[in-house]
């Protein structure tokens, strides 16, 4: 009897595994009704070497970051193309054209006291885990004190043809409720980045991007309800034994 018992316990658990809601899985899931999305940089599913000159994105502990952390492009990276590649698994809910907002520190890795030199990366302006030519400039303000927001639908984006363009990600229809692969690629040393926030409003103030930022993530009511369940069979199922 106890054997059975054990092996409907396994079979309940085997079950709430399978109804797991996505906040607890490896992507990064947006809340239903939202218009944004918060990626936190240290939150990556993979971090990769194009170029196998093992100079990869750095995760550093910062106190002043969001999450307490954030990812720190290496020092030696080079300009000329995506030198290490940070990858997250993303499951938008609502569709649209999404603007980024980034919180991020210029670190003076060459001790030359020219943050110019530390104030841009490359970013997907699609999904699949690519980054192609699109430059992010975070050039206003420069900081290496404290972390500072910048955002894509301003004149401060850079995609190699055009000063002026505004840099986002065309989500579809066909893109909602389904993992998506994004990337960001390092391409100056001492770029760190605490956080991307995407949004349908490119008009958002620092203010409002912290906000979101630092609001409490809540789980769907479905997902509860399911894990409650799951928990319940367990449990009952303990006190007959």
């Known amino acids: 009897m106890r054997m059975r018992r054990c092996v409907l316990g396994a079979i309940v658990a085997a079950g709430v595994m399978a109804c797991m809601p996505s906040w607890l899985s490896a992507a ?45 492009s290496p020092a030696g990276t080079s300009s000329a193309s995506a030198e290490t590649l940070a990858t997250y698994t993303l499951n938008f809910k609502t569709a649209g054209t ?31 885990g690519t980054v ?27 995609t190699n043809t055009d000063n002026n363009s505004t840099l986002s990600l065309v ?29 349908t409003s490119n008009t958002l103030s620092d203010a409002n991007v912290m906000a979101l930022a630092t609001a409490p993530a809540v789980p769907e009511p479905a997902s509860l309800g399911l894990l409650g369940l799951g928990a319940a069979g367990l449990l009952a199922r303990r006190r007959r034994a």
């Open 98 to 128: 999404y603007y980024f907002y980034v919180r991020y520190k210029n670190v003076d890795m060459e001790n030359d006291a020219n943050l110019g030199n530390n104030d841009s990366f490359w970013v997907g302006t699609s999904f699949g």
């Open 171 to 199: 989500v579809g229809a066909g893109d909602l409720n389904t993992d998506k692969i994004w990337a960001i690629g390092a391409r100056e040393p001492g770029t760190q980045i605490d956080f991307i926030l995407m949004s």
């Open 28 to 72: 990064i899931v947006q809340g239903t009704g939202n218009t944004y999305l918060l990626i936190e940089a240290e939150n990556e599913t993979s971090i990769t070497d194009p170029d196998n000159d093992t100079l990869i994105w750095q995760q550093v502990t910062d106190a002043t970051a969001n999450g307490g952390a954030a990812l720190r």
């Open 132 to 158: 192609s030519s699109t430059r992010f400039n975070l050039d206003q303000p420069r900081s290496d004190a404290a972390y500072v927001i910048h955002n894509s639908g301003n004149n401060n984006v850079d």
